[in-house]
């Protein structure tokens, strides 16, 4: 669904170059980009499970590890930022991302891919001490997923948080998705992963659903000139 988004955005710009940032090109999520001129560029942070996943792919023309609240974006240089799985594992998640919008061109695309705070699986990765997520990584993760990465999810990191930060800086939502994708659910003890979650569920009466825990949103950035610049 993000990839054809992505083509829509390219033939609006009528042949130009298709110049796209991605935040958290250590997750190895690509986009579909066959058969369009672009120019893709990834950033994270400089951890090294992140450098050997970044250093492995082949869909980046370049990249760069470090502090993404100084890792260099250039202002309106990009038509589609997508923000992989990042927002989750991050610091200073608000301000790592209002840096991202300042390198997305008016009318440009804001792509993210997120686990949701407020699921049953996002309340497990978090409370999980990182000592014990570091044991239990390789196995309840299917193979060659990687991690384990810090868990953080800040407010932001939730449905609820995303639609008050694009209220603010009068960003459109256009497209707001929900699945259930978390990769322990699928992993060697998946059914012991399913069944912490249900338990979770139940004990919070519901208010943290185990049937989804990502969240998948397409934003636009405003064309006017009258909208909050960021």
Known sequence: MLSQRVRDQWSGLLGRRLDVLIAGCGWPEPLDLAQME???????EDLPVLRTSTSARKDLDSWTLGDLRSVPVPPRAFDVVYVSFLLERIEHAELVLDRLLTGLRPGGLLLVRMRDRAS??????RRT????RRLLWRRFTPPGTVGPLPAVYEPIASREGMHSFCLVRGLMVTEDISARSGPALDGP?????RAACS???TLSRGRRPASRDEV??????PQSHFARLV
Do not use: F, N, Q
């Open 199 to 201: 338990a979770v569920e």
């Open 216 to 221: 998948t949103m397409v934003i636009r950035k």
């Open 189 to 193: 003890l998946g059914k012991l992963a």
């Open 38 to 44: 672009t120019r893709v560029i990834g950033i994270d």
């Open 129 to 132: 001490p990182a000592a014990l």
């Open 120 to 125: 049953a699986y996002g309340v497990c990765d």
